[in-house]
């Protein structure tokens, strides 16, 4: 999974952040009143039915138009780049989005002034319940800061991140976006390959799974599950979410099968099997509605 910061000026209309685009009126009052150009980090954690249609700056890297699905940190500038001058509101990390897909550009049709670049899904996307402060010192450190508006980060910053947004109560630790995007990253890296190993093996008889799940410590407690319990799930559901019967919504970068996630209808947190009569398949969205019913 490719991790990327982007650097955005920030958003500084009064009023609860992310419920509505900038209107014209509001543009040009903010960027006169305070020197900016542009606004952009206000859009990028709105969602529109599920989907969140967000903003990148001119002439992405390359790596961020060939990612299938990409981790994206949304940092505020601090200081505005012609007048070298401090931004209000700068030097913030505002989020973090899992899953994202770089589309190119195109214009929101409820705007002129606006365009996107990336989607996500809502279930991936967790704006912070205030913004952590000190992102170049925490996200950047010997990073020249002005240099780039966007660039690869390391997935250690990426954790270091998320433990400090934790712990200084900007994100829940139980947080189920968190939850789901800890388990992308975790999955991406470990679990998927051992699904994907089993996979590619072919033969998967009825696998006896595990009615006692062990628990290994990572920056969550998880619980340790058996990968052909959830190959055996995923290769049943042949790309079908389970519940709402629709394709999965993008394909996984590392496993090239169709993303969908696999579900305990009894948690494995309340004693239920890690067995595949208590596993079903789900896209994103499907699985948010099981856990907020
Ligand atoms: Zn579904």
Known sequence: MDIFAVRLIPDLRLGTPYSSYPTEEEKRRICNNAGIDWFYEAVNFMSESGL???????????????????????????????????IEGGNKIFGIQAGCVYVGEKLRPDSNMLTYHYTCLESFSLPFNFPLSDAIENIENDRRWGQNNFYEVERLALEKVIALAIKQ???????????????LLSD??????????????????????????????????RFKRDPKVAAYA??????????????APFISKKTNMPFLEVHHIIPLKEGGEDTIDNVVALCPNCHRKRHYG
Not at 70 to 85: D, E, P, S
Not at 234 to 247: I, Q, S, T, Y
């Open 188 to 221: 991406d890296d470990i679990f998927n390959n051992e699904v994907e190993t089993v996979l590619k093996n072919g033969e998967i008889t009825e696998p006896e799974g595990n009615r006692q799940p062990s628990q290994i410590e990572v920056l969550v407690n």
């Open 52 to 86: 969140v249609k967000g903003y990148l700056p001119p002439s992405p890297l390359n790596k961020v138009k060939e990612s299938k699905d990409f981790v994206l940190i949304t940092i505020t500038r601090k200081t505005h780049g012609k007048t070298g001058r401090a």
């Open 234 to 247: 995923l290769r049943e559901a042949e790309g079908v979410c389970h519940d709402c019967n629709k394709d």
């Open 169 to 183: 109560g900007c994100i829940e630790k139980n947080n189920a976006v968190l939850q789901r995007i800890l388990s």
